[in-house]
């Protein structure tokens, strides 16, 4: 029986500092609610297959420097995707804009 089933959230982004088993359930349980989610924002389906592992790459390299309030990721994982999405739309405006000058 996998242990890591049995643990809510807060407990898995605990032990992801030392265990990369626990992260991965992590992901296991969210990938596709962030995903979800990034695609309603963009309305881009491959967009939002990048966004995605944006977000949990910034949940894997923070992962030790941030404590969860609560015991679910998914807000925090939630709230890093609508930051992402923003960033990567406001990329887009400037990239757009910078063309648009030349």
């Known amino acids: ?6 643990r809510d959230d807060a407990a ?26 990034c695609a309603r924002q963009t309305g881009d389906l491959s967009l939002a297959e990048d ?8 949940a894997w390299r923070r992962r ?4 969860l309030n609560g015991t679910s990721a998914l807000p925090w994982l939630l709230g ?8 990567s739309q406001r990329s887009l405006w400037r990239y757009r804009a910078a ?3 030349h």
């Open 1 to 6: 029986m996998d242990t890591h089933a049995i």
């Open 12 to 37: 898995l982004w605990r032990e992801a500092g030392t265990d990369p088993a626990a992260f991965g359930e992590l992901y296991e349980r969210h990938v596709r609610a962030v995903y979800a989610f």
């Open 51 to 58: 966004l995605t592992s944006v977000v949990f790459l910034e």
């Open 64 to 67: 030790r420097s941030i404590e």
């Open 80 to 87: 890093t995707a609508k930051n992402v999405a923003r960033n």
């Open 99 to 101: 063309l648009g000058r």
